[in-house]
C-alpha cells in the first residue's frame, strides 16, 4: 500500500462542510483511493473511493488532485452524527486488497 | 441480507483458555478479512480468505492464531492459549471479488478481554 498521512484531529461545526485531507505521495498509477470511517463502538464503514476523477455519493465527495498525490474527502454539511475517526486508504493487490488503516482524523462536530 | 455478523460480541476469558470468534459474511462475497484492533489504533490487517482457501495467513500475530472457512462461507478465528495482550477489537469484513474497485463490509467486532 501506498503510505498516506492524515492529520490526526480536526474539528467542525455543525452544518458546515468539512474538508478532510490525505496525502499519499507513493501512490501507484493503479492504485485506488478508499475512505472509511468508523464511528464510536462500531466497525469500520465505507464512505467512497476513487481512481482519477472526483466522485460524488450520498455520503460524501471525493477530490483527487490531478497528480494523484493528495486527496480530500468532503463532507457537505457536517452532523453530529459524521463525528468519527476517518481513514484515507489505498490498497493494493497484495494480500487480497486487504486495507491497511493506519491511524486516520478524528473528526469532531460541536454544534 | 443484514451484513457481516460477528459472534459473540463480547467475550471474557481466562488468561491460558482457547476462544473461538465466528463470521458470517454477506452471502456470495468471495473474500473474507479478520484485523485486530487495540485501543486507540486503527484496524490491524490479520488473514484473508477468497471462498475457502487462505491466501494471506503472514500477519497473523502468532502461532496460537488461526482461521478458517471450511466451505468458503463462515469463517473462525480461533487464538490457544490466550494472553492479556490479545485483548482486542477482532473485526471481520467481506467483500465481492471485483479487485481494487469495490468496497469492504465490516461487522461489528468481537471485543475480547483476556483476564
Known amino acids: 500500500d501506498a503510505k498516506t498521512t492524515q492529520p490526526n484531529s480536526m474539528e467542525s461545526n455543525e452544518e458546515e462542510p468539512v474538508h478532510l485531507p490525505c496525502n499519499h505521495s507513493?501512490?501507484?498509477?493503479?492504485?485506488?483511493i478508499h475512505w472509511y470511517r468508523q464511528l464510536p463502538s462500531q466497525g469500520p464503514e465505507y464512505v467512497i473511493h476513487?481512481?482519477?476523477s472526483n466522485v460524488n455519493n450520498r455520503m460524501a465527495s471525493l477530490a483527487i488532485a490531478e497528480d494523484r498525490k493528495s486527496s480530500t474527502l468532503i463532507l457537505h454539511r457536517a452532523t453530529l452524527r459524521d463525528a468519527a475517526v476517518y481513514y484515507c486508504?489505498?490498497?493494493?493487490?497484495?494480500?487480497?486488497?486487504?486495507?491497511?488503516f493506519g491511524k486516520g482524523t478524528s473528526l469532531l462536530v460541536t454544534p | 441480507d443484514t451484513g457481516v455478523s460477528q459472534n459473540p460480541r463480547h467475550k471474557i476469558t481466562k488468561r491460558g483458555q482457547n476462544v473461538t470468534f465466528r463470521c458470517d459474511p454477506i452471502?456470495?462475497?468471495?473474500?473474507l478479512y479478520w484485523y485486530r484492533q487495540t485501543l486507540g489504533q486503527g484496524p490491524e490487517f490479520l488473514t484473508y480468505?477468497?471462498?475457502?482457501?487462505?491466501?494471506?495467513k503472514s500477519r497473523l500475530l502468532s502461532d496460537r492464531f488461526s482461521a478458517e472457512r471450511p466451505k468458503g462461507s463462515f469463517s473462525t478465528l480461533e487464538i490457544q492459549r490466550t494472553e492479556q495482550g490479545d485483548s482486542a477489537m477482532y473485526l471481520c469484513?467481506?467483500?465481492?471479488?471485483?479487485?481494487?474497485?469495490?468496497?469492504?463490509?465490516f461487522g461489528q467486532g468481537t471485543r475480547l478481554t483476556v483476564v
Open positions: 469484513a467481506s467483500s465481492p471479488n471485483r479487485g481494487l474497485n469495490t468496497e469492504a463490509f
Open positions: 507513493t501512490i501507484s498509477g493503479t492504485d485506488y
Open positions: 476513487g481512481l482519477t
Open positions: 486508504i489505498t490498497p493494493n493487490s497484495n494480500s487480497g486488497y486487504a486495507l491497511n
Open positions: 452471502s456470495e462475497h468471495n473474500r
Open positions: 480468505f477468497q471462498n475457502e482457501a487462505q491466501l494471506e
